[in-house]
């Protein structure tokens, strides 16, 4: 096995130990008996000091909690670079140095919002998540480093993976506005299914008219018939979540769950 590969084992190892599960998008349409029970798990809100400190008690940052608005050094709380010393940045992550290069630890306490340099929310006040994201990837993509130490590989195996992660995350609106609710401390159990006869019988009529679909203009018909309901639920959720309205903001994400697997089934078949 390569250095490489035994880091990335390794890296992945601790990550599955140390963090939350992140919520799982439900891959099945079928109903099943049991009603959906929506948990409100306000305990599982990450301790990040502790959890930080587990992960990286060589580090020498000192961990705050989230804060929105904040930067890494907002409450003038400093991180030094570990391998030039170099202070972190007044605004930003601090995920490389932008002295030396090096690739900075993991730090849990930056959300994935802040990762990109935005404001929490549901709305994405910027349209080049994918540009940023990249850039971060120039940075830190473990490739970069293999002529270093098996510190900064290891690093960097770990902040490339957070940051394709958080990308991944916030891309998309179900797993964006999961994620939200996440950072409010609301685990939504996507193991339950949804019992609305309303729209469980939409999604079969749905899953009708796909198979009967037979071009691909007829499909696309029913996709944008789809991302038009995807939409109008991501504005429900964004309206609840807003209000602070939590059972409402669930409720939300169950619809676009299913919205969003239906256009997964429509573009296998394009
Ligand atoms: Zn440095």
Redesign the pocket.
């Known amino acids: 096995m390569s250095s490489r590969r035994k880091l990335y084992t390794r890296a992945i190892e601790i990550l599955r130990r140390q963090l939350r599960p992140l919520p799982r998008i439900l891959h099945e349409l079928r109903p099943t008996p049991p009603p959906c029970r929506v948990s409100l798990l306000r305990s599982l809100l990450i301790d990040d000091s502790q959890c930080f400190h587990r992960l990286f008690p060589f580090s020498r940052c000192t961990v705050r909690l989230w804060s929105p608005y904040s930067t890494w050094s907002g409450n003038g709380v400093a991180c030094a670079?570990w391998?030039?010393s170099?202070q972190s940045p007044a605004v930003g992550p601090f995920l490389s140095?932008g002295?030396?290069?090096?690739v900075q630890p993991v730090d849990l306490s930056v959300d994935y919002f802040q990762i990109f340099g935005l404001e929490q929310g549901f709305d994405l006040k910027d349209d080049n998540l994918e540009g940023k994201y990249k850039e971060w990837q120039k940075k830190l993509h473990p490739d970069l480093v293999h002529s270093k130490s098996e510190k900064e590989k290891t690093y960097a195996v770990e902040q490339s993976a957070r940051v394709i992660d958080a990308y991944r995350t916030l891309s998309k609106p179900l797993s964006r506005a999961l994620y939200l609710l996440q950072l409010a401390g609301i685990f939504v159990d996507e193991e339950k299914t949804v019992m609305d006869p309303e729209l469980l019988s939409e999604m079969m009529d749905v899953r009708e008219a796909v198979e009967e679909a037979s071009d691909p203009k007829a499909l696309m018909e029913i996709q944008h018939q789809i991302q038009r309901k995807l939409k109008d639920w991501s504005n429900s959720f964004r309206e609840a979540f807003n209000k602070r309205d939590f059972d409402c903001a669930i409720s939300a994400t169950q619809k676009m769950r299913y919205y969003e697997r239906a256009i997964e089934e429509i573009v296998k078949k394009l």
């Open positions: 670079c391998n030039c170099e140095c002295s030396c290069g090096a």
